[in-house]
């Protein structure tokens, strides 16, 4: 799930002050990325990786607690979201893998809405 140098070109994440979870579209896109991630292990670990940084402003960094689940953690370090990353580069990374991991229409639609509702 490591990025490629291709992705550094993604567009930047639009500079927010509150948490990602209480935009209203940004909730909505992750509900329906919810019903889509059975049978589909990439593409709930990118899933994953958004929902726990989802509670972070786009101002922070990533961090965890010291109960975070540890798979949790090592998928969010090979996508490239280490604590100390910028919360930006860090949902930048996450909204990579889950549009790599997205192999039907409905989750490449779900993936595109919650790309939409995060990045400016």
């Known amino acids: 799930m490591a990025r490629s140098s291709a992705q550094s070109s ?3 994440v639009e500079a927010r002050t509150s948490v990602y ?3 209203e579209d940004f909730a909505a ?3 329906a990325v919810s019903g889509l991630v059975a049978g589909a292990p990439e593409y709930r670990a990118a899933h994953r990786v958004l929902t726990h940084l989802s509670w972070r402003s786009p101002k922070g960094a ?3 607690h010291n109960g975070t689940n540890a798979d949790m953690v090592a998928n969010a370090k ?3 979201a280490e604590p100390g990353t910028p919360m930006p580069e860090a ?3 996450a909204l990579d893998a ?3 991991a997205a192999d039907t229409d409905a989750r490449k639609a779900a993936a595109k ?3 939409a509702a995060t990045v400016a």
């Open 29 to 31: 896109a992750m509900g």
């Open 113 to 115: 809405a919650v790309r």
């Open 62 to 64: 990533v961090a965890w």
């Open 21 to 23: 979870r209480t935009r």
């Open 91 to 93: 949902m930048v990374a």
């Open 10 to 12: 993604t567009p930047a």
């Open 98 to 100: 889950l549009d790599k």
């Open 78 to 80: 090979a996508m490239g």
